[in-house]
């Protein structure tokens, strides 16, 4: 089975300084990671994907994201938060053995000014 | 650029009423899919489908319907609507299984079954 988790419900960081928003998941085959992002009233738009290769993967308005193997990981990243970053953030996985998507709860993150 | 369209984008229905929620994507992709978005529950895929007059079920199919005779359109269908099936709706397509490629994702319809 393929699962993935968003421990947080909710992010809160201050418009400047980093954020992260975290993911786990779970396979028993080689993951494909995703992150998509969702503003208010819209569907969801794609930010970044590890496939294979370099651990840290660089995606959309200056997100990245980290793959960890070992702790089974793929944590988004950006090093200055935007107000306009305010969203609904969501992981997904799918599992080498799989042909659909996993999606987590989503985490709301929400930048102050 | 349209991308993936869905129609109608709010729509009441009265229990046991039927109707169809219409996708079309204009990218020539061949998989296509349906989503079901509960608040603090993530997306739940319905239906999917991995190319015309092929489609393949979900993970919450019961009470939904879907055909795919053209590689542009993918309608869900809704018989015997009830309470339950009161969410936002959302149709995705991808070049190559998800896997291997993002999905684009259309609008939304937000569906309320009273």
């Known amino acids: 089975a393929q699962s993935v988790a968003q421990p947080e419900d909710q992010v809160n960081v201050a418009e400047g300084n980093p954020l992260t928003v975290k993911c786990t998941y779970s396979?028993?085959?080689?993951?494909?990671l995703f992150w998509y992002v969702q503003y208010p009233n819209r569907g969801l738009q794609f930010l970044l994907k590890?496939?294979?290769?370099?651990?840290l993967v660089k995606g959309s308005y200056g997100f990245e994201a980290e793959f960890n193997k070992s702790q089974t990981s793929f944590h988004l990243k950006k090093p200055s938060a935007l107000v306009s970053d305010s969203a609904l953030y969501f992981c997904a996985v799918k599992d080498s053995g799989y042909s659909t998507l996993t999606f987590g709860k989503g985490t709301m993150l929400l930048v102050s000014p | 650029n349209a991308g993936v369209t869905q129609t109608p984008k709010f729509r009441i229905l009265k229990i046991g009423q039927s109707m169809t929620l219409q996708c079309t994507q204009d990218?020539?992709?061949?998989?296509m899919y349906w989503y079901r978005q509960d608040p603090g529950m993530g997306l739940k895929l319905i239906y999917y489908?991995?190319?015309?007059?092929?489609?393949d079920k979900g993970e919450v199919p019961n009470g939904y319907n879907v055909s795919r005779s053209t590689t542009e359109d993918f309608p869900l269908r809704l018989e015997l609507a009830a309470p339950s099936q009161t969410s936002v709706y959302f149709c995705?397509?991808?070049?190559?299984?998800?896997?291997?490629?993002?999905?684009?994702f259309g609008q939304g319809t937000r569906l309320t079954v009273v």
């Open positions: 489908s991995v190319g015309a007059g092929i489609t």
């Open positions: 396979v028993s085959g080689n993951p494909y």
């Open positions: 995705a397509s991808s070049a190559l299984g998800q896997g291997g490629a993002e999905a684009f």
């Open positions: 590890y496939i294979t290769g370099d651990n």
């Open positions: 990218m020539n992709h061949n998989y």
